[in-house]
């Protein structure tokens, strides 16, 4: 299958097409997420991240997590997060986040962090302490836990298995030939083998893959191969968009018609979801990925 041709990017951070506009947030059910987020002091990747569909989220009163702070230890090319020496980890943040799920009455909630790679445990301690105090203040609620790769540390990740959530998200983010470009002090087949050690451990699996930053139809679909062959049920693809100037520079705007054909590809692989289009990010519409099914 041939892909679809779109007009190399030239200027550094090009006019968006009409496919990639969004609205600005509004609305009282923003408004309530804005002030549960403010009052208790957490940290959203619907922020930290950029993320275009912030305002559709929280105006339907939802929100991804993101904890042991908003300072990043790893410095991607495509993550708007700060990267730095993050401030010592707060115990206490479990506790707000499950006491912000409560709040807001969110029956599927997602959770994310940042990477603390100057910690032993890479963070893995407060992750799972962050799972419990959801269970046992929100015990009806499904949890995805999007989750760093603890430097290939296994111990750590059998900490995110043995709380079971319901589903558990790495991201491969981009094809082997740009991951030490995209992703400097990641490796693609460590996250790989992330993906099939979770899926050996009962996990429900999903990942994600940025298109425009240069990689080739074939670099895709052999990543989307790689990911089904590792266990991974749940595929996402949208659109890298850069954060700033300082960021890895857009190659090129996908059109819409190319992510509809990787979806077929995709369902054709295997996948038993996926979520492919210009403003899907990892955790859009992730209460659909619970269970296998095509929408």
Known sequence: M????ETTVADPRPKKPGWLRVRL??????????????????HTICESGNCPNMGECWGAGTATFMILGNICTRSC???????????????????????AIRLMKVKHAVITSVDRDELKDGGSTLWAETIREVRALCPGTTLE??????????????RIIDQAPEVVSHNLETVDRLTRQVRIQAKYHRSLELIR??????????SGLMLGLGEQWEEILQSMRDL???????????????????????????????????????YRMGFDHVESGPLVRSSYHSEKHLHPGRL
């Open 2 to 5: 041939e892909t679809i041709q």
């Open 25 to 42: 947030p509004t609305g009282e059910h923003y408004r309530q997420v804005r002030q549960l987020v403010d009052d208790h002091q957490l």
């Open 77 to 99: 090319g495509f993550c708007a997060v700060a990267t730095g020496r993050p401030l010592s980890v707060d115990p206490d943040e479990p506790r707000r986040v499950a006491e």
């Open 145 to 158: 836990t999007l989750i760093p790769d603890f430097q290939g540390k296994w111990d750590n990740l059998q």
């Open 197 to 206: 050690r979770l899926k050996a451990g009962g996990m429900r699996t999903k």
């Open 228 to 266: 089904r062959e590792n266990g991974c049920d749940v595929l996402t693809l949208g659109q890298y968009l850069q954060p700033t100037r300082e960021h890895l520079s857009l190659v090129r705007f996908v059109h819409p018609d190319e992510f509809a054909l990787l979806r077929e590809e995709g």
